[in-house]
């Protein structure tokens, strides 16, 4: 089967840099996704990492360590208009998501 | 470029009444997904469609069926609703490859009383 692991709550302050971590069990995996979902919206895709490491996208980063099961999304200047959801994702047999993160950035 | 398409927005259902769902893409992706999303909760997987004509279960099918119709529309139905279905219902669509990001509509706010 496929489950992923999230802290339930990240909080943090404008300008600060946060981590939010993802522990994955499945069998074959592929990758894993990550997706920020604003308050009464929709999720959006923000990255993908099938090798091990870490790719940028602007001021997110995402990195994945297979041998250890385990990847985060690195969130660097933040702003107030990144408090959201942050899921990872699954999808090696169907898209499994996370048990999601709440992150709150204060001023 | 419309994207994923979810009719309708709100619902309000009366427990043991029947509905569906409508979802339509237009970025002729393979796949299909329907997800219920319950307040302050992560996203779990209902049905997905892998392929025209194809339909398989995700984590919590019970209470409900889906057709893919087409490539392009993959409806979810309530046989007989109960509040326990209240729910936000996202559609969403993805192509090829596990590496491709999934595209998701704007949501479904159901309650059933």
């Known amino acids: 089967g496929q489950s992923l692991e999230q802290p339930s709550e990240v909080t943090a302050v404008e300008g600060a840099i946060v981590q939010i971590n993802c522990t994955y069990q499945t069998s074959g995996f592929y990758g894993l996704s990550w997706y920020q979902q604003h308050d009464g919206g929709a999720p959006t895709f923000l990255s993908y990492?099938?090798?091990?490491g870490l790719e940028e996208t602007g001021r997110f980063s995402s990195f994945l360590s297979r041998s250890d099961s385990y990847g985060y999304l690195l969130l660097q200047e933040l702003q107030m208009k990144d408090s959201a959801s942050y899921f990872c994702?699954?999808?090696?047999?169907?898209?499994?998501f996370g048990t999601g993160t709440r992150l709150q950035v204060f001023p | 470029n419309a994207g994923v398409t979810q009719t309708p927005k709100f619902q309000v259902l009366k427990t043991g009444q029947s509905m569906t769902l409508q979802c339509a893409q237009d970025m002729n992706h393979n796949s299909m997904y329907w997800y219920r999303q319950d307040p302050g909760m992560g996203l779990r997987l209902i049905y997905y469609s892998a392929s025209e004509g194809t339909t398989d279960k995700g984590e919590v099918p019970n209470g409900y069926n889906v057709s893919r119709l087409n490539k392009r529309e993959f409806s979810l139905r309530l046989e007989s609703a109960a509040p326990s279905q209240t729910s936000v219902y996202f559609c969403a669509s993805s192509g090829t490859g596990v590496s491709t990001e999934a595209f998701f509509g704007q949501g479904t706010r159901l309650t059933v009383v």
């Open positions: 994702a699954d999808h090696t047999d169907k898209l499994i």
């Open positions: 990492n099938a090798l091990d």
